[in-house]
Nanobody
Framework: QVQLVESGGGLVQAGGSLRLSCAAS????????MGWFRQAPGKEREFVAA????????SVADPVKGRFAISRDGAKNTVYLQMNSLKPEDTAVYYC????????????WGQGTQVTVSS
């Protein structure tokens, strides 16, 4: 069992940056791929980025490629999403996920953290 807790969301102006964190509990954290998804009001949840259990593989969605980066720290059981050059269309609730499927891990979910980008 893995429990995920996101943090780092907030309000930022367009062009700014935020770093989201996702702290995982459970001894099996290192076995799972980790990912970030987001859901904007009135829209379906969409994939943002994922990183494999051994950090050798990463997948990043086209709308955020070149602006967002995913990383993980095994010693801290934490995965990060560095978001740069934020745009108003990045406004959404961001969810952390863990799982065995690649590149869309989805067995476990966090509660989400709100990111709002003002124009």
């Amino acid at each position: 069992q893995v429990q995920l807790v996101e943090s780092g969301g907030g309000l930022v102006q367009a062009g700014g940056s935020l770093r989201l964190s996702c702290a995982a509990s459970g001894r099996t954290f290192s076995r799972y791929a980790m990912g970030w998804f987001r859901q904007a009001p009135g829209k379906e949840r969409e994939f943002v980025a994922a990183i494999s259990w051994n950090v050798f593989s990463q997948s990043v969605a086209d709308p955020v490629k070149g602006r967002f980066a995913i990383s993980r720290d095994g010693a801290k059981n934490t995965v990060y999403l560095q978001m740069n050059s934020l745009k108003p269309e990045d406004t959404a609730v961001y969810y952390c996920a863990a799982g065995m499927d690649w590149p869309r891990p989805h067995d476990y979910w966090g509660q989400g953290t709100q990111v709002t980008v003002s124009s």
